[in-house]
């Protein structure tokens, strides 16, 4: 079976969507808060987060070279960003809740496999952003 790296990364993008929309039903169960749960689904960030998730997984798991591009720089801002956060609010005697190591984890994982070589084994192996879209 041969390895796929941008339907990979389509896949963890989807993950990402699951894992944050999923923490969002955590919460509310574990409240029952209708208005915690009406107030995350609608913020602004949650919302531009999904969107961009999966058009960047359908663009990837379509072959599109600009979903790799859009995808590594969403990536990379969202990673910039949790770390700054996490820098900011925990240390390591204060750890998050394992959600977030899971959320950063699928992220980075991410990043990683948009930076694998799409052919191994080939001396001149490309990213997906440098090849040529044959469709």
């Known amino acids: 079976m041969k390895f796929n790296n ?40 949650t919302i531009l987060s999904t969107v961009v998730a999966i058009l960047v997984a359908w663009g990837l798991w379509q072959n599109h070279s600009w979903a790799w ?14 770390t700054a956060w996490l820098s900011q609010h925990y240390s390591l005697s204060n750890l998050p809740a394992m959600g977030v190591f899971v959320t950063y984890g699928i992220t980075a994982s991410f990043v990683l496999v948009l930076f ?20």
Not at 116 to 134: C, F, K, L, V, W
Request: aromatic share 8%; no cysteine.
């Open 69 to 82: 591009w859009f995808g590594l720089a969403a990536g990379l801002i969202h990673l910039t960003k949790m």
């Open 116 to 135: 694998i070589p799409q052919r191994h084994g080939d001396s001149n192996a490309t990213t997906p952003s440098q090849e040529t879209h044959s469709k």
């Open 6 to 45: 941008q339907k990979v990364a389509s896949l963890l993008a989807l993950a990402f969507v699951l894992v944050m929309h999923g923490g969002i039903l955590i919460q509310y169960l574990s409240t029952a808060d209708t208005y915690t749960l009406i107030f995350s689904l609608t913020l602004p960030s």
